[in-house]
């Protein structure tokens, strides 16, 4: 066998000949039933490697069940059998209910190919909040404690690419007044990276003190060890 980098290597061939036979079987099995006017479903596949601008746009043209998010292969399969086959077919559907298809994932996935329909002619995308079951009420945005008028929303942005690296952006947004305000703390250098942090930690802390049950919400598990 020559290899990728033009080393030419041997091996047994006893323990390589019936995975060498299934695979030349495969080859010809394709090439029997190729037709070009036959072109292969992209939505079959989750990589399409160098060809993927264009299976994007097969699938956009077609409006192909995978474009509705969170969507299973499994699922696609089951919606094609009962003569669901596109994302406009899914969002109008007036269907109770799909063979082998769970009541609750066909009005979600239904739910969710309207919404994408929707916000192509719409300049914010649409949504529904959606209620926790009645079995399980401390479930989805139920898990969230309860709101305090001094909620923070924080988020860092950071610059890897210097020694150390620069926390450069701390920026938080709060409510005031029914509206959101964004609060801001920049920095250029370690000075002012240093100050910056001096001031948010006052600034949440000021907060904290007025209300114990106020909370800071961030995006992941960084800004807390960032902070620390």
Not at 1 to 11: A, H, P, R
Request: proline share 7%; with cysteine; net charge positive.
């Amino acid at each position: 066998m020559v290899l990728g980098n033009g080393k030419s290597v041997e091996f047994e061939l006893r323990k390589f000949l019936y995975c060498y036979r299934y695979l030349k079987s495969r080859f010809l099995e394709f090439h029997a039933s190729f037709s070009v006017q036959v072109a292969p479903d992209p939505g079959k596949f989750s990589h399409h490697g160098r060809w993927s601008s264009y299976a994007k746009k097969c699938l956009e043209s077609a409006e192909h069940l995978s474009l509705v998010a969170n969507i299973s292969r499994q699922q696609i399969q089951k919606l094609e059998a009962a003569g669901i086959r596109t994302v406009v077919d899914l969002a109008r559907s007036k269907r109770k209910a799909i063979p082998r298809l769970s009541q609750p994932v066909f009005e979600r996935l239904r739910t969710q190919a309207r919404l994408q329909l929707t916000a192509r002619t719409t300049e914010q995308p649409p949504y529904e909040v959606c209620s926790p079951p009645a079995d399980e009420p401390r479930r989805g945005l139920a898990l969230l404690p309860p709101a305090s008028r001094l909620d923070v929303y924080f988020d860092i942005e950071g610059f890897p690419l210097i020694d150390d690296g620069l926390e450069y952006l701390l920026g938080a947004v709060c409510i005031e007044r029914g509206k959101p305000k964004f609060v801001d703390w920049w920095a250029h250098d370690p000075a002012q990276e240093r100050k910056a942090f001096q001031e948010f930690v006052e600034w949440a802390h000021a907060r904290w003190k007025s209300d114990p049950k106020m909370h800071i919400y961030h995006y992941a598990a960084y800004e807390v060890s960032a902070m620390r």
